[in-house]
């Protein structure tokens, strides 16, 4: 599904992606895609990012992980009292 990204260009940039599309026989749109692609490649290329290591690295926290258990679980159960009694 396509979305609406609005933005403002500096003219130069507006009259360059209009000439990109003309040579390459193309839409405007097409060539903001291609570009944006580009760039995320190269950028990719050049840094070394672990998509693990960004998500599923992400638990960094000063207590163990039981003290994050027994909070929660102690949370759960004062809400649990508090709604039967």
């Given amino acids: 599904m396509n979305k609406v990204f ?4 500096d ?11 003309k040579t390459l026989g ?17 950028v990719e290329a050049t840094q070394a990012s672990d998509v693990w290591e960004l998500t599923c690295g992400a638990w960094h926290r000063d207590e ?15 809400s649990m009292q508090r709604y039967h009694q």
């Fill in 6 to 9: 609005s933005t403002r260009l």
């Fill in 26 to 42: 193309t839409t405007q749109k097409a060539v903001i895609e291609m570009a944006i692609h580009t760039l995320a490649e190269k």
């Fill in 11 to 21: 003219e130069s940039a507006i009259h360059r992606i209009g000439v990109l599309a």
């Fill in 64 to 78: 163990p992980p039981e003290t994050t258990v027994q909070q929660a679980r102690e949370a759960f159960r004062n």
